[in-house]
């Protein structure tokens, strides 16, 4: 490294450019097209069943090399973009894929010197693209009431930037009781939800947001969907929701055989986003009058007839999903795949030295 590169900041261009260093990620391709990740030890090797490869062959080496092993097999060497990375890296809890990051990050407005807030943090592969999207004159205040998912999410973030990102502050914590701690009220620009039960800190996104500021929230099943949306319609300080989920299918690039993937995520999660309005503030009347039928408790018969115009509030409170009392809301209920205590013990202490709870 040279001096100047030395005194940058940990986020700088530097460190996704130049030849492979110790301790550095890099990502192998094998010739079935099989993705390795190996982290640059000197002396140390990375061996399969068909033999082996020198780390130090790598060290040294250009981004876009071919080495090696000591059985003739070649490996393309690359530096791992974010995408890869974030697919690749040790997980506490489960991660938003590139594709979902990609729109948050593009639909929510996240921008340079920005202020965002995020809960939950998990295994901080969304912070990532924020914190890229922000840049180190912006803010990242994430909040996650498990102090083991922060720890991993922390170490995941200091291992793609090479360091402490300066914009990132992670706090332990439930977002609702930690939040009014940590910001002014109208402070901040930008909020990004990922967990379970975003209906419940709306009050406190709602102190928290500057007038016109953004919420975005990605909720993996319609369940959610429905009831963050009444929930942002009840509160009374937010725009109209939206809401769309995103489909990305791969294509199969050989000769004539130029088609779609077999094979596709069918299914990540819907984000749905909404707008704070300015304080005292009251949306303007929907014109559109909810569907018959879409509140359960509407008469189908005379929900579409004379329905003031404020009906479809007071019906809001008794939809399915609202009705729904707090402690059904859990990972298991809603298909969520939750990893053992034990595993999340081992990932953690993969990536700190440490599994402590404290
Ligand atoms: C699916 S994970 C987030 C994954 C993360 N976006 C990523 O890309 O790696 C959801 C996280 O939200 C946390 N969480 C849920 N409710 C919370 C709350 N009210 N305040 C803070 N964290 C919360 C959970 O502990 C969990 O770690």
Redesign the pocket.
């Known amino acids: 490294m040279t001096d100047a590169s030395t005194t940058a900041p940990v986020t700088a261009a530097h460190a996704r450019r130049g030849v492979f260093e110790v301790g550095e990620r890099v990502q192998l391709t094998d010739p079935k097209g099989r993705l390795h990740t190996i982290t640059l030890e000197p002396g140390r090797e990375f061996h399969t069943h068909r033999g082996f490869l020198r780390h130090d062959d790598l060290i040294g080496a250009p981004d876009g090399s071919v080495v090696t092993n000591t059985a003739d097999v070649e490996y393309l060497a690359l530096r791992p973009l974010l995408s890869d990375y974030?697919m690749s890296m040790p997980?506490?809890?489960?991660?938003?894929y590139p594709k979902d990051?990609g729109q948050i990050v593009q639909m929510a407005d996240i921008f340079p010197g920005a202020t965002v807030v995020?809960?939950?943090?998990?295994?901080?592969?969304?912070?990532m693209s924020l914190l890229r999207a922000i840049g180190e004159g912006g803010r990242l205040l994430s909040?996650?009431?498990?102090d083991d998912?922060a720890e991993i999410?922390k170490a995941n973030g200091r291992a793609f930037f090479g360091g402490d990102h300066p914009a990132w502050t992670v706090h332990v914590?439930?977002?609702?009781e930690?939040l009014p701690t940590v910001v002014e009220p109208g402070s901040v620009d930008r909020v990004v939800l990922?967990?379970?039960?975003p209906w419940?800190?709306l009050d406190a996104i709602g102190e928290a947001l500057i007038p016109g500021g953004v919420l975005i929230c990605?909720v993996a099943t319609t369940t959610q969907l429905s009831r963050v949306a009444e929930g942002i319609r009840a509160h009374g300080g937010f725009t109209e929701p939206s809401a769309w989920e995103s489909l990305v299918r791969g294509w199969h690039l050989e000769g004539l055989a130029v088609r779609p993937e077999h094979r596709m995520h069918g299914h990540t999660g819907f984000l749905i986003t909404t707008r704070r309005l300015a304080p005292g503030v009251v949306a303007p009347e929907r014109k559109r009058r909810p569907a018959k039928g879409a509140y359960s408790d509407v008469d189908p018969a005379t929900a579409g007839a004379d329905v003031p115009a404020d009906a479809s509030a007071s019906v809001r409170g008794s939809t399915a999903a609202t009705e729904i009392p707090a402690e059904a809301w859990t990972s298991e209920a809603l298909g969520?795949r939750v990893k053992s205590d034990k595993t999340i013990r081992r990932v953690r202490r993969s990536l700190t030295g440490t599994s402590d709870t404290n």
């Open positions: 974030v997980r506490g809890a489960a991660v938003v990051a995020e809960a939950g943090v998990g295994s901080g592969a969304l912070s909040f996650e009431r498990r998912f999410a914590g439930d977002l609702v930690t990922d967990m379970l039960a419940e800190c990605y969520e």
